[in-house]
């Protein structure tokens, strides 16, 4: 009976501890997806332009330095500052005269961020400009950057950001970050902001 006891203890114990993680892993992948901003095509992004059924339609394109590119039976689209969406959308809508029903599917994606730069400066070991083919966090931005200096403010780290409206500045504070004791709780209590193409990252 005490065997018995013990291993239905022992089964309620795994079952909650399961439940618990799945929980955790799924409060995290929200949490995750919440943080990531959604990408901005940027001039000099190598994009993926694909009209389901149509392999005459389907494209790998570099977008260019003026922020458009042109598509068959579509023409001239502008592209830069624009989520994928967006680019479906005005594809979908400029083939409808080529069909007589529904336009087949239309998706974008973005192969190679080749377009996003920003730059780093002040109190980091390696200032300059960078364009890392991919999208970066704050902390993988000053790791390009060669890390912050010995005497850097990581508590006043400003992010200079272009905006339709103008320049606006983005606070963060990853000082935690770097203490010996610590570092864990601060990665779980603040998100660390995302770069996005154009920003200018100070360093105090």
Do not use: C
């Not at 970066?136 to 508590?155: T, Y």
């Not at 770097?178 to 200018?200: C, E, L, M, Y």
């Amino acid at each position: 009976m005490k065997k018995l006891l013990l291993a239905v203890i022992f089964a309620l114990a795994s079952v909650s501890a399961s439940a618990q993680t799945t929980t955790a892993v799924a409060e995290s992948a929200a949490s995750t997806s919440a943080n990531q901003a959604a990408y901005r095509i940027n001039a000099g992004d190598d994009i993926e332009v694909y009209v389901w059924g149509e392999e005459r339609l389907q494209r790998q394109i570099r977008v260019l330095p003026d922020g458009t590119f042109s598509f068959p039976l579509v023409g001239r689209i502008e592209a830069a500052g624009k989520l994928p969406y967006e680019i479906e959308t005005v594809v979908s809508k400029g083939l409808e005269n080529q069909y007589r029903g529904q336009v087949p599917q239309v998706t974008v994606s973005v192969t190679t961020p080749s377009g996003l730069q920003f730059s780093v400066m002040g109190r980091v070991n390696a200032p300059g400009s960078f364009t890392p083919g991919r999208y970066v966090n704050l902390l993988e931005a000053l790791s390009l950057a060669g890390g912050p200096s010995q005497f850097a403010d990581l508590d006043g780290i400003s992010i200079v950001r272009k905006t339709p409206n103008g320049l606006t500045t983005i606070r963060a504070n990853l000082g935690g970050l770097f203490k010996r004791t610590g570092a864990a709780d601060a990665v779980s209590k603040r998100a660390i902001p995302n770069i996005q193409s154009g920003d200018t990252v100070i360093v105090p």
